[in-house]
């Protein structure tokens, strides 16, 4: 697989952080148990430990992420790279409504161009060959250096990958959720599809919501909207989180957390995981510098697989 000299730097990221959490109240109750300070030191700690990949999106908060991101960029001499996605509203088509959205993402940042800039989901409100038509064009106007997709499956992504191309332009990630509680785009193939083609599958939701730190039971749900989420995973996920500990504790000791992260690295995707405040991301940080065996990643699949199965069957 070649790589395109534009998307090159992508797989070179083995980690990201995600910026969901910064202003967001409906799934992740900001403001309460978390503030501005614990994201801005989120944010920075991550920076100390290397992070250096941020994604947010226009939706998130409102638009209050990218604004936050904006200012703490402005804080760090250090470079970011950054990563925002276009939302398609039900009232925004033709290949203008994406330059004009990034335009508004970029004023939020306070930059002059992204890094990546994703279709945050497909629609069949707008084709895929208008879409890229969109995303080609913020790519030549210099707005974004590359452009991805999210929530694309195979054949969307596919077609995605053909309509850039006809533009002369690189099909850089397509962002997915992927955790050892959710392996559908391993299943379905289309991880090894990105792999192949030389696109980015980039790993939302790689802790399940908190799910896999293991703070989380039957008696003790996560809050909010999650519980309801989360009703028929809950009971079994004692199994692999024991698993998980077992593993880390024969690496020194990691964490639920690391285990799960290094876990999706291994298996070639990039995770990205939210993170209220900076012990979190601190913790999250320590996914990194370190290998889970080929033989502990077959334990864990068989451990995931036990779970996601009983969950099938009922
Ligand atoms: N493209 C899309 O459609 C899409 C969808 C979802 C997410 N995303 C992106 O992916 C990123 C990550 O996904 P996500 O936020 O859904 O889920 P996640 O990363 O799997 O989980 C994040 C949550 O887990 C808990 N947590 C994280 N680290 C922890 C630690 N070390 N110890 C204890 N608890 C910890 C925190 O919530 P609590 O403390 O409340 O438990 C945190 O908000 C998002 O921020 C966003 O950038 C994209």
């Not at 945050?120 to 995303?135: A, F």
């Not at 210099?142 to 992504?157: E, K, L, P």
């Not at 309509?163 to 997915?176: E, G, H, I, K, P």
């Not at 692999?240 to 992260?261: C, F, P, R, S, Y």
Request: proline share 5%; aromatic share 8%.
């Amino acid at each position: 697989m070649e790589l395109s000299n534009e998307t090159r730097f992508l797989h070179a990221i083995e980690m990201g952080l995600g910026a969901w959490q910064w202003g967001d109240r409906v799934v992740w109750q900001y403001g309460h148990g978390y503030s501005d300070e614990d994201v801005r030191q989120a944010f920075q700690i991550s920076l100390d430990e290397g992070i250096r990949f941020v994604d947010t999106a226009e939706v998130y908060g409102n638009g209050r992420s990218e604004r936050m991101l904006g200012q703490f960029l402005k804080e760090t001499d250090q470079p970011v790279l950054v990563a925002t996605k276009f939302f398609p509203l039900p009232w925004r088509f033709g290949k203008g409504a994406f330059p004009r959205a990034l335009k508004a993402s970029l004023a939020r940042l306070d930059m002059e161009s992204v890094d990546l800039y994703q279709i945050h989901l497909p629609t069949p409100l707008i084709s895929i060959d208008t879409m890229m038509d969109g995303l080609a064009e913020c790519v030549k106007s210099g707005m974004t250096r590359t452009a991805g997709v999210s929530n694309f499956n195979q054949s969307q992504m596919l077609a995605a990958y053909s309509a850039l191309a006809r533009r002369d332009v690189a099909l850089a990630s397509n962002q997915l959720h992927y955790s050892l509680l959710n392996r559908t785009v391993e299943k379905n193939g289309t991880l090894a599809r990105c792999q192949e083609l030389g696109i980015r599958l980039i790993a939302y939701s790689p802790l399940e919501k908190g799910l896999l730190v293991g703070k989380y039971s039957v008696d003790s749900p996560p809050p909010g909207t999650r519980s309801r989420m989360y009703t028929g995973l809950l009971p079994r996920i004692e199994p692999l989180l024991k698993l998980m500990t077992e593993i880390g504790q024969d690496h020194g000791g990691k964490l639920n957390t690391q285990v799960a992260l290094n876990w999706v690295i291994c298996k070639g995707a990039l995770p990205i995981p939210g993170a209220k405040n900076p012990k979190q991301a601190q913790e999250n940080a320590g996914g990194l510098g370190w290998k889970l065996t080929n033989e502990e990643v077959m334990r864990l699949d068989e451990a995931s697989d036990a779970v996601l199965d009983s969950l099938k069957s009922g």
